[in-house]
């Protein structure tokens, strides 16, 4: 079955220290990953995204993500937290039950990350 | 760009009442759009798929006679609750997107509170 694990509710790191919240994954073929911010009462804003490629991918506010094909993984990194990072996480791979353009995303359970001054 | 603008952003109203929420693709043209449904500290629950002129795809255990959409252009997708009663009160936000390896846009989501 395809699933996407965030397996941390929450991440507490300090500002100025790097930060990582992990992701795994479980699809079949090649996968589509995706990581999206959620800033409180806000809608979801996009990171950055891995289709093929660099597995070192670069998106938004200084993030990154590396893809990892033998463990199943699509960490979101960046060097140096901010406070203003705060906010709720998720990954995203694409469901590959269906092919075509109307294509869904499978969503993590999300992770709370906490950047602390 | 790719921005997506959701109207109202908040709404509070009786019970019985329907209620109409607005997705608009402001600079770009969304040949798919999503509702999804987020209860308190959940993840996103994805309620339908619609494409532009066509009928929308609900997932399982939504109500289409309960959550009427309609995308009736390619910058337009409406989601009406109908008839909305307590149990509907909940953080709902829709997405769009241009192309099938493009990332989906979403807007900032509408709070319905439901009395």
């Known amino acids: 079955a395809q699933s996407v694990a965030q397996p941390e509710d929450q991440v507490n790191v300090a500002e100025g220290n790097p930060l990582t919240v992990k992701c795994t994954y479980s699809v079949s073929g090649n996968p589509y990953l995706f990581w999206y911010v959620q800033y409180p009462n806000r809608g979801l804003q996009f990171l950055l995204k891995?289709?093929?490629?660099d597995n070192l991918v670069k998106g938004s506010y200084g993030f990154e993500a590396e893809f990892n094909k033998s463990q199943t993984s699509f960490h979101l990194k960046k060097p140096s937290a901010l406070v203003s990072d705060s906010a709720l996480y998720f990954c995203?791979?694409?469901?590959?039950?269906?092919?075509?353009?109307?294509?869904?995303?499978?969503w993590g359970a999300g992770t709370k990350l906490i950047i602390k001054p | 760009g790719a921005v997506v603008s959701q109207h109202p952003s908040w709404v509070i109203c009786k019970s019985g009442t329907s209620v109409k929420i607005e997705c608009r693709s402001l600079d770009f043209q969304a040949t798919t759009m999503f509702w999804y449904r987020q209860f308190p500290k959940q993840s996103l629950m994805l309620m339908a798929t619609?494409?532009?002129?066509?009928?929308?795809?609900?997932e399982q255990g939504v109500e289409k006679d309960k959550f009427l959409i309609n995308h009736a252009s390619l910058t337009l997708s409406t989601l009406t609750v109908t008839s909305a009663h307590p149990e509907d009160s909940s953080f709902y936000i829709c997405s769009a997107r241009d192309a099938e390896d493009q990332p989906q846009h979403f807007g900032d989501g509408t709070r319905l509170s439901i009395l």
């Open positions: 891995y289709i093929t490629g």
């Open positions: 995203a791979v694409r469901d590959i039950r269906r092919m075509d353009s109307n294509y869904q995303l499978i």
């Open positions: 619609s494409n532009e002129g066509s009928k929308a795809t609900y």
